[in-house]
């Protein structure tokens, strides 16, 4: 059995080899296949890992309030200020903390240089909600609202790094035409579509002194935390409800990280069914690519079959030979492919600066379709070639 396994291998590398353009030309829709099929696995791996990992540390109880203001919220008497957000939490049991900020932007300026900065306006409870970590000092607590105090975010903390400064806390910049004291940096936070991104981009400041200096009282949105068991659906209805019965008209947004992830899975969903159309379609054509290389084989060695025929071959032992050539062409076709989709994959990742890595099931996913389609495709030329006419076969030059 084993001598007569090799000996199938050996013919039909030989046979493979025979004519290298061709089998080249029927690799090609292989490998592209199985190339889509591998990336397609891969990169939906990645991406779910990539968004669980952003949520990990922050949490997928987090929840994002918007949308907080009627019209264009020019008015006074049309926006959400931050004395009705106690009455709203009272009104939303579903969230155990809600953590509201306000927004603003203006340059910084420190021993003569100006840094473009996005100002936060928070409360005490901003740091705990977001989860921040601290690289120096403190976070803003409700004992400095009214202060001039301000935390800098990672890329202000770079840029004065890079001016010479190693530890801004307690120096003075100037900020909205005031002195203001750096009483702390925060860490980098992952970039995710929830946080708001002047945590990294920006600085915050307390959130009654922002109003003292800008005159303008405005929650541009609330962060907050839901309850163990509670739903986002019951916290969105709670929220909707609370906001109408403050400030009618308004009707405010609520965005989870539960939520977030559905999103994303559908979008993967999407890309996976598009990646798998074009997957299939180049398999297809891949095997017809086979099928018709096998069916130009079986025509070349008519004489040689006829003469194996003769000498005692049995039908069965022509058709194993020919199925495992067009098993054998697959599986290299399904090689490349592997690596090709492998190699995307990791370009896609890099490119997003995500975690890389390589799932067994997509190698070995890879491996069972090259198998199934150098099966599939090389059955009827195989068949055709065993069910030859000896003297027909033999008669052929």
Same mark, same amino acid.
């Given at each position: ?145 009214? /202060?001039?105090?301000?935390? !800098?975010?990672?890329?202000? *903390?770079?840029?004065?790094? +890079? @001016?010479? #400064?190693? $530890?801004? &806390? %307690? ?49 541009? /949105?609330?962060?907050?935390? !839901?309850?163990?068991?509670? *739903?986002?659906?019951?916290? +969105? @209805?709670? #929220?909707? $409800?609370? &906001? %109408? ?153």
């Amino acid at each position: 059995m084993l001598l007569k396994l090799r000996t199938n291998l050996r013919e039909a590398v030989r046979s493979l080899l025979s004519s290298v353009q061709r089998t080249f030309l029927a690799l090609l829709g292989i490998v592209i296949g199985i190339a889509s099929v591998i990336a397609m696995v891969s990169v939906g791996a990645i991406v779910k890992s990539e968004a669980l990992r952003q949520f990990q540390d922050m949490g997928t109880d987090f929840v994002t309030v918007t949308g907080l203001a009627r019209d264009d919220g020019k008015a006074a008497a049309d926006v959400i200020g931050l004395r009705m957000v106690p009455k709203l939490h009272a009104l939303c049991p579903s969230l155990v903390s809600m953590a509201p900020y306000g927004t603003s932007f203006a340059q910084m300026r420190f021993r003569g240089q100006e840094y473009a900065a996005s100002i936060m306006g928070v409360t005490g409870g901003f740091h705990t909600v977001n989860k921040l970590k601290m690289v120096k000092g403190r976070p803003i607590s409700e004992l400095d609202q009214g /202060a001039c105090n301000c935390v !800098l975010g990672e890329r202000l *903390t770079s840029q004065l790094r +890079q @001016a010479g #400064v190693v $530890n801004p &806390v %307690g120096l003075n910049v100037m900020l909205l035409d005031n002195v203001f004291t750096v009483i702390g940096c925060v860490e980098r936070a992952p970039d995710n579509a929830l946080r708001p991104m002047e945590i990294n981009d920006g600085l915050m400041i307390p959130y009654w002194t922002l109003k003292r200096i800008t005159g303008t009282d405005r929650v541009e /949105a609330i962060v907050g935390r !839901l309850r163990p068991n509670a *739903t986002v659906a019951r916290a +969105q @209805a709670q #929220v909707q $409800n609370a &906001v %109408g019965l403050v400030l009618k008209g308004v009707q405010p947004s609520v965005n989870s990280a539960e939520a977030l992830i559905e999103q994303m899975n559908r979008q993967m969903n999407l890309l996976t069914l598009l990646l798998g159309v074009v997957g299939s379609i180049a398999l297809v054509v891949g095997g017809v690519g086979v099928m018709n290389v096998m069916l130009v084989s079986v025509s070349e060695r008519r004489r040689e079959i006829g003469i194996r025929r003769a000498i005692g071959a049995k039908r069965q032992d022509i058709r194993t030979q020919f199925l495992i050539e067009s098993l054998l062409l697959c599986l290299v076709g399904g090689t490349f492919g592997i690596a090709l989709g492998i190699g995307g994959a990791w370009g896609i990742a890099k490119y997003q600066a995500w975690l890389f890595f390589v799932t067994p099931e997509a190698v070995w996913l890879g491996v069972g379709v090259s198998a199934m389609v150098g099966i599939f495709f090389g059955y009827y030329p195989a068949r055709q070639a065993s069910h030859l006419r000896i003297i027909e076969a033999l008669r052929s030059t």
